[in-house]
Nanobody, 123 residues
Framework: QVQLVESGGGLVQAGESLRLSCAASGRTFSSYAMGWFRQAPGKEREFVAA????????YYADSVKGRFTISRDNAKNTVYLQMNSLKPQDTAVYYC????????????????WGQGTQVTVSS
């Protein structure tokens, strides 16, 4: 069992940056691959980024490559999403998730989900 709590969302202007955090508790955090997803109003939830259990591999959606960076600090049981050069199109509720499987963008492979944190980017 893993419990995930996101934080760090807020309201920013286009071009600014935010760093989201996801604090984990429960089973050994370092044994899980982690991912970030987002869901905009009226849209389906979509994959954003993922990181392997040992942080040796990362994967990003094309829409955020070069702007977002996923990282993890296993000693602090925390995964981060650094978001730079934010665009209005990035506005969404952002969710972190944990997978007992390998790093994946497939939503169905994630076993635990956080409650989400709102990111709003104004133009």
């Amino acid at each position: 069992q893993v419990q995930l709590v996101e934080s760090g969302g807020g309201l920013v202007q286009a071009g600014e940056s935010l760093r989201l955090s996801c604090a984990a508790s429960g089973r050994t955090f370092s044994s899980y691959a982690m991912g970030w997803f987002r869901q905009a109003p009226g849209k389906e939830r979509e994959f954003v980024a993922a990181i392997s259990w040992g942080a040796g591999s990362t994967y990003y959606a094309d829409s955020v490559k070069g702007r977002f960076t996923i990282s993890r600090d296993n000693a602090k049981n925390t995964v981060y999403l650094q978001m730079n050069s934010l665009k209005p199109q990035d506005t969404a509720v952002y969710y972190c998730a944990a997978s007992r499987s390998v790093m994946t963008r497939a939503e169905g492979r994630y076993d635990y989900w956080g409650q989400g944190t709102q990111v709003t980017v104004s133009s």
